[in-house]
């Protein structure tokens, strides 16, 4: 967890990097207090890897926590930079022509598009399993029937970031988003499908930031 340092705490890290090592009784002649009221505030700053204490040396600076340093990565990591291709079917299209879809592309989540090409629902596995237990043909069957329709569809834009997208993963429970961007003009109403972020999308682009020397 990556902690929001008071004022206080910032000038203690500033005496050390640029007289450390330092014991604590020369960092609160610093600022003019007692050892006793700095005491949490080092604990503070050692537990969460800001400081390194060495006994009968002092405290030396030991840089920002890696976790400090990851968080801010992945903040500026976007879904534009990782999205796949979206996988799609038309809504004219029958379940089977979908289940036989979602086998060749060995996907999850199949989104459905529209006479124009604009989203129009996201056809899973559960929905197409759920229509499979009925008694008609799948072959009758359009994917306009079974899928979940917009509005109640769960999307992001290119522009946000793969930390947002992934949270959306999680609340909703869900194993793709679409990535989708406003038509303009008259149908500013609609999305253009441009890409999908996946829970795969999400852990190569932690294997890769893992994978980052600096980090």
């Known amino acids: 967890m990556v902690i929001e340092l008071t004022k206080r705490q910032e000038q203690i890290l ?3 990097k640029d007289e450390g090592p330092i014991t604590g009784e020369q960092i609160a002649e610093r ?3 007692t050892r006793a009221t700095l005491r949490p505030d080092l604990s503070i700053l050692t537990m969460s890897g800001y400081l390194e204490a060495r006994p009968r040396v002092g405290y030396f600076y030991a840089g920002r926590p890696a976790g400090s340093v990851i968080s801010e990565r992945l903040h500026k990591l976007l879904v534009n930079d990782y999205k796949a291709m979206p996988i799609v079917v038309s809504e004219s299209a029958s379940a ?3 289940i036989v879809t979602l086998f060749l592309e060995d996907v999850g989540t199949l989104f459905v598009v529209n006479q124009k090409g604009y989203l129009a629902g996201v056809l899973s596995r559960k929905d197409l399993l ?3 237990l009925g008694n008609k043909s799948l072959e009758d ?3 306009g029937i079974i899928m979940t329709r917009m509005p109640n569809i769960v999307t ?3 522009e946000d970031t793969l930390y947002s997208a992934a949270k959306k993963l999680i609340d909703f429970q869900i194993d793709s988003l679409p990535v989708v961007r406003p038509a303009e003009g008259e149908d500013s109403r609609n999305y253009e499908l ?3 972020v996946t829970k795969t999308t999400i852990a190569k682009a932690f294997v890769e930031l893992g994978s980052e020397s600096k980090v």
Request: with cysteine; proline share 10%.
């Open 141 to 143: 069957v359009p994917v």
């Open 156 to 158: 992001c834009q290119p």
């Open 14 to 16: 500033q005496i050390v």
């Open 31 to 33: 600022l003019n207090l």
């Open 130 to 132: 759920r229509a499979s």
């Open 96 to 98: 089977y022509d979908a």
């Open 194 to 196: 441009v890409g999908r």
